[in-house]
């Protein structure tokens, strides 16, 4: 599966903004989808994941309660809703599909470019 990441820019802390990961190729609903996020001079950190159907979802505990996965697999999209946004939170965005539902990067082998989030304070 081919995968596109977009939705990233400007914005101050507090605000929001929505990523969104668009999947073209192999069928999207077989894929478990997660992002990711690198920071500089950090390593590649799991943000959320969410299961084939988008029934189960799972999040780091660094922003649990402020972001929400989701995908629409009728439009073979992925979604991350990005709420009160820290200066923290700045990082590239990757999304990343799996045939297993996992936290772990090592089980994703098919990833989007990347999108960058920067929050201003």
């Known amino acids: 599966v081919q995968l596109q990441a977009y939705g990233g820019g400007l914005v101050q802390a507090g605000g929001s903004l929505r990523l969104s990961c668009a999947a073209s190729?192999?069928?999207?609903?077989?894929?478990?989808m997660d992002w990711f996020r690198q920071a500089p001079g950090k390593e590649r950190e799991f943000i959320a994941a969410?299961?084939?159907?988008?029934?189960?979802?799972d999040y780091a505990d660094s922003v649990k309660d402020r972001f929400t996965i989701s995908r629409d697999n009728a439009k073979n999209t992925l979604y991350l809703q990005m709420n009160s946004l820290k200066p923290e939170d700045t990082a590239v965005y990757y999304c990343?599909?799996?045939?297993?539902?996992?936290?772990?990067?090592?089980?994703?082998?098919?990833w989007g470019q990347g999108t960058l989030v920067t929050v201003s304070s």
């Open positions: 969410i299961s084939w159907s988008g029934g189960n979802t």
């Open positions: 990343a599909a799996s045939p297993l539902y996992s936290r772990r990067s090592s089980d994703f082998s098919s």
């Open positions: 190729g192999r069928t999207f609903s077989s894929y478990a």
